[in-house]
């Protein structure tokens, strides 16, 4: 017995020796990666990780789906993409694609990438299946690769088509994080936007009427607490009086929490304070609630001595003492 194994493992080796190296199938990094992507549009897709997902495409991508629904490509920013696949795909009870017979170009920084799927979707007792190709354009950027090209070319389908407009019906009634995400940022930029446009009409329609704001570092005779809509649109009713030429968006950032109704926020203020003359140049941290895209909390960080200066409540420093 041990003759003969020992014959089958030198035959094996000697052929495994005497193989044509060409005739092995090489995926290159490149490709390899490509090939990930292709895997990570679908994988992630179907379980709406969506902040994910949007890292996978490059700033702007031009999206083709006329093939199956008509219309025209689309030019898209990663977000704009995401969001609209947000506001249907959650609503599904499952989604499968199943991706096959990815192949690959590259040439360069530029690459293209086609692949089969069959996509499955499911809600309730009803079920659509559409089938047909994806092709991918891509650019490699600091050395990344990107999606910056997709177009889908449908092939066949059966069942319900309807099934989405009800996806569509479920997403709305019960939002996906990543929507909510971006209504919570929306409600914090309109927020920050409607006080350098001095539009209060605006500003009063972002606040939920238990509204708080907490103010915890204010100066001695500034309030620390606000409750109530009422008496939030009271304090801040000067406003459009006293400021000048204002900035608080250039350098606004966001950092997401768990919690998709809250967001932390950091940015920079630049207000031409009227009654003093004085440029009021600040750096707040905010801490934002928002439910149903109005403002039920908003906690805000500042330097009081800057604030005391810009307002004149210090009336022991000069402007020399600021420079």
């Given amino acids: 017995m041990k003759y003969f194994t020992a014959i089958l493992t030198g035959?094996?080796?000697?052929?495994?020796?005497?193989?044509?190296?060409?005739?092995?199938?090489?995926t290159t990094p490149d490709e390899a990666a490509i090939q990930t992507i292709v895997e990570s549009v679908a994988n992630l897709a179907d379980k709406s990780?969506?902040?994910?997902?949007?890292?996978?495409?490059?700033?702007?991508?031009?999206?083709?789906?006329?093939?199956?629904?008509?219309?025209?490509?689309?030019?898209?920013?990663?977000?704009?993409?995401m969001t609209q696949w947000a506001s249907s795909l959650p609503g599904f009870d499952r989604t499968r694609h199943e991706i096959s017979n990815i192949e690959t170009e590259v040439k360069g920084n530029q690459a293209t990438a086609t692949a089969d799927v069959t996509a499955n979707h499911y809600l309730n007792d009803m079920f659509w299946q559409i089938s047909g190709s994806y092709e991918y354009g891509l650019v490699k950027e600091?050395?990344?690769?990107?999606?910056?090209?997709?177009?889908?070319?449908?092939?066949?389908?059966?069942?319900?088509?309807?099934?989405?407009n009800k996806a569509v019906e479920q997403a709305t009634i019960n939002p996906s994080a990543y929507i909510q995400q971006q209504q919570t940022q929306r409600a914090v930029?309109?927020?920050?936007?409607?006080?350098?446009?001095?539009?209060?009409?605006?500003?009063?329609?972002?606040?939920?009427?238990?509204?708080?704001?907490?103010?915890?570092?204010?100066?001695?005779?500034?309030?620390?607490?606000?409750?109530?809509?009422?008496?939030?649109?009271e304090?801040?009713?000067?406003?459009?009086?006293?400021?000048?030429?204002?900035?608080?968006?250039?350098?606004?950032?966001?950092?997401?929490?768990?919690?998709?109704?809250?967001?932390?926020?950091?940015?920079?203020?630049?207000?031409?304070?009227?009654p003093t003359g004085r440029q009021y140049k600040q750096r707040y941290g905010g801490l934002f609630h928002v439910v149903d895209g109005k403002i039920e909390l908003f906690r805000e960080y500042y330097d009081p001595i800057v604030f005391k200066y810009a307002f004149g409540l210090d009336k022991s420093q000069n402007k020399s003492d600021r420079n």
Avoid: C
């Fill in 142 to 164: 600091d050395g990344q690769w990107a999606i910056e090209k997709m177009t889908f070319i449908a092939e066949s389908e059966q069942g319900d088509r309807d099934i989405i």
């Fill in 11 to 26: 035959a094996s080796l000697m052929s495994f020796m005497t193989t044509p190296s060409n005739s092995l199938n090489v």
């Fill in 49 to 81: 990780n969506f902040e994910s997902l949007e890292k996978l495409y490059a700033e702007e991508v031009e999206v083709d789906y006329t093939s199956a629904f008509g219309g025209e490509a689309e030019l898209k920013s990663p977000q704009g993409l």
């Fill in 235 to 274: 304090h801040y009713a000067p406003w459009s009086e006293i400021s000048g030429e204002a900035n608080f968006t250039d350098e606004l950032v966001f950092y997401p929490m768990q919690d998709s109704t809250m967001v932390f926020a950091e940015w920079k203020g630049d207000v031409e304070i009227i």
């Fill in 189 to 233: 930029v309109d927020f920050l936007t409607s006080l350098e446009n001095k539009d209060m009409d605006k500003f009063a329609e972002l606040w939920a009427e238990d509204a708080v704001q907490d103010m915890p570092f204010s100066p001695e005779g500034f309030p620390k607490r606000v409750e109530g809509k009422t008496n939030l649109l």
